[in-house]
Structure formats: structure tokens, C-alpha cells
T-cell receptor
Framework: EDQVTQSPEALRLQEGESSSLNCSYT??????LFWYRQDPGKGPEFLFT???AGEEKEKERLKATLTKKESFLHITAPKPEDSATYLC?????????????FGKGTKLSVKP | ETGVTQTPRHLVMGMTNKKSLKCEQH?????MYWYKQSAKKPLELMFV???????ENNSVPSRFSPECPNSSHLFLHLHTLQPEDSALYLC?????????FGPGTRLLVL
């Protein structure tokens, strides 16, 4: 069964304290892995799509990496405005069209 | 407004009411989706439409009825809902793999 597990569930950081969020997945054949940011009461905001092991993408203080079993979202020198829930999702080859399997998310709090 | 829009943003309804949620995408995408997001649970895919044709129905109860009149508009018709249906309902659209989400409708069923 295709599955996505995110850890930790919650993470508290001081401003400037770098850290990483983990997304472990099991899927029959990975078509794509997606990272989203979600603020309270809002819809998920797209961050990155990764397609193959070894791929990396960056955006401001965020960097996403991918291996055959997991993805990391590295946050460098975070600021309070980076506080949000970060969602990971995978899409499998051969699965139903558009079927993203989401993890439960990691709630990040960055204190000034 | 650009991107994916949803109306209303908040909705309170009784179990005997009938209401509809609306989604509109301004991105030229050909696929649209409905998701349900409940507290402490992952996003759950409900319906998928591709070029106005429904291609996915993830065992959703019949009290939820989707409608897709064209590639830019998607509706979710609600009737005789239960309190456990209270959640954030999200619409998304895509052209290829990446899905873009709207702001959601926060639904409370009393």
C-alpha cells in the first residue's frame, strides 16, 4: 500500500536555527513527490516537485532533496514568517490520475 | 482574481439543508479535484475531473455530489450532511502532475 509518513509532527525552532523535516514514503513507482506549505485556515501553497532520486530544488531559505525512500525539506536560518504546516505528497505511476497521497504534515513554529 | 478561487469561504448548515460549494480556476488547467481536510488527518481526495469527465470517486458518500460544467468550474453539492462532515473542503487544479489549491471552504454541520 502506498504510504507517506512525515516527521516530526511538530517542530519548534528559534529564529536562525536551521533544521530539516522528513518525508518517508513507500510507493510502487514514484511519479513525483510534492512539498506544500499551509498556513492556518488557508489552502496548501505549492513549493516543490521532485521526480527522481538525487534531485534537489531550492527556494529562498528552503531546499528539498529526494532519495529512493525519503525526502528532506531543509530550512536554513528560518524566520518567524516560515511558521506553517509543511505537507508532503507522492504520486505513483499506474495510480489513478491525480491521486496524491498526503502525509499528515509537520507543524513548524519559529520563534523570534 | 487569479489562481484557484472558492466560495463561500465559510459555511454553516444544518443536517437537513442543501448547499453548494463553488470552485473556479483561472490557470487554463484541464483537471480539477475536491479534497477533504479534517483535523489530525491527511488530505483525502474525494473526486477528480479531467476535461469535465469524472475519473475518480474515492468511495465518497452520495450526500456529496460533484458537478463539472466546464474545465474552469467545479461544484460540490451538499445535502443531508452529518456533523462528521465538518471539515475544510479544498479544490485544486492541474495541467500535469502538480496541483494548485484554492483557499478552501470551512464547513460546519450542526
Amino acid at each position: 500500500e502506498d504510504q507517506v509518513t512525515q516527521s516530526p509532527e511538530a517542530l519548534r525552532l528559534q529564529e536562525g536555527e536551521s533544521s530539516s523535516l522528513n518525508c518517508s514514503y513507500t510507493v510502487s513507482g514514484l511519479r513525483g513527490l510534492f512539498w506544500y506549505r499551509q498556513d492556518p485556515g488557508k489552502g496548501p501553497e505549492f513549493l516543490f516537485t521532485l521526480y527522481s532520486a538525487g534531485e534537489e530544488k531550492e527556494k529562498e531559505r528552503l531546499k528539498a532533496t529526494l532519495t529512493k525512500k525519503e525526502s528532506f525539506l531543509h530550512i536554513t536560518a528560518p524566520k518567524p514568517e516560515d511558521s506553517a504546516t509543511y505537507l508532503c505528497a507522492v504520486q505513483a505511476y499506474g495510480g489513478s490520475q491525480g491521486n496524491l497521497i498526503f502525509g499528515k504534515g509537520t507543524k513548524l513554529s519559529v520563534k523570534p | 482574481e487569479t489562481g484557484v478561487t472558492q466560495t463561500p469561504r465559510h459555511l454553516v448548515m444544518g443536517m437537513t439543508n442543501k448547499k453548494s460549494l463553488k470552485c473556479e480556476q483561472h490557470l487554463g488547467h484541464n483537471a480539477m479535484y475536491w479534497y477533504k481536510q479534517s483535523a489530525k488527518k491527511p488530505l483525502e481526495l474525494m473526486f477528480v475531473y479531467n476535461f469535465k469527465e469524472q475519473t475518480e470517486n474515492n468511495s465518497v458518500p452520495s450526500r456529496f455530489s460533484p458537478e463539472c460544467p466546464n474545465s474552469s468550474h467545479l461544484f460540490l453539492h451538499l445535502h443531508t450532511l452529518q456533523p462528521e462532515d465538518s471539515a475544510l473542503y479544498l479544490c485544486a487544479s492541474s495541467l500535469q502532475e502538480t496541483q494548485y489549491f484554492g483557499p478552501g471552504t470551512r464547513l460546519l454541520v450542526l
